[in-house]
């Protein structure tokens, strides 16, 4: 459970957030939705901790929780087996087993997101942009999250990598983990997500779970997400 109240944030003189909630569930999926420069992914980085409000609060329930950020970057010096080696003996919780459960549990996971393990013996650096969003989820996925965090979760991948990634999400909200999304892409979040919190100039316009949104269409004449999006966040 990630839960967030009244959050508000300034940059100088820029407002980034002047006031931001909701709360997601457990086993379930939650697309933020909101256009450029609304305030998503700043939102995002003070709900993991990497910025402080100016005000409001963030509770996130225990366990370890995961991040896939809009542009993922590693350590130029380092292929993948290695980073991911690291991981396991950095990540101090579960999947910390023997190099032997390390490998087995890569090419599991690397097998779902249709991502070549060869590439591991060489650098993210040098991966495709879709192989490297790819890496991305195996070495956050390989760790077991409870909690899974992304900013453009479909960013650079190819529509057959699109929905093995879709299909981790939805095996995630079957394990009953909690899954945060960040995204444009309004016919896909629509295609999975439990719940969807539309934010506009950093402030929350909307929040409600799937049952109250089709009830939004339906008040609205809106045919699907899109239309309820455009029709929240217009002039």
Not at 73 to 102: C, H, Q, S, V
Not at 126 to 144: E, T
Not at 212 to 229: G, I, K, Q
Request: include cysteine; charged fraction near 25%; hydrophobic fraction near 40%.
């Amino acid at each position: 459970m990630i839960e967030a109240r009244r959050l508000s944030k300034k940059f100088g003189t820029v407002e980034a957030l002047r006031d931001v909630s909701f709360r997601t569930q457990k086993g379930s999926i939650t697309a933020m939705l909101g256009e450029n420069g609304a305030g998503k992914t700043t939102t995002l980085k003070i709900v993991l901790g990497f910025l402080r409000p100016d005000a409001g609060a963030v509770t996130v329930a225990p366990g370890r929780v995961g991040y896939i950020p809009d542009r993922p970057a590693y350590f130029p010096w380092l292929d993948g087996w290695t980073i991911l080696e690291l991981g396991r003996k950095g990540g101090g919780g579960r999947g910390n087993g023997d190099g032997r459960d390390l490998r087995a549990r890569v090419l599991a996971v690397a097998r779902d997101l249709l991502f070549d393990p060869g590439l591991l013996r060489r650098r993210p650096g040098s991966y495709s942009a879709g192989n490297l969003r790819k890496f991305a989820y195996l070495q956050n996925l390989v760790a077991g999250p409870d909690a899974l965090v992304v900013d453009e979760p479909y960013a650079s991948l190819d529509p057959p990598s699109i929905k093995a990634v879709r299909d981790v999400f939805c095996g995630l909200r079957e394990a009953g983990k909690t899954v945060l999304l960040s995204s444009h892409m309004l016919a896909e979040m629509e295609r999975i997500a439990d719940a969807f919190v539309v934010i506009r100039r950093g402030a929350t316009i909307a929040h409600a779970g799937l049952r109250e949104w089709r009830v939004l269409r339906s008040a609205r004449n809106a045919p699907d997400l899109e239309s309820v999006f455009l029709r929240l966040a217009g002039p």
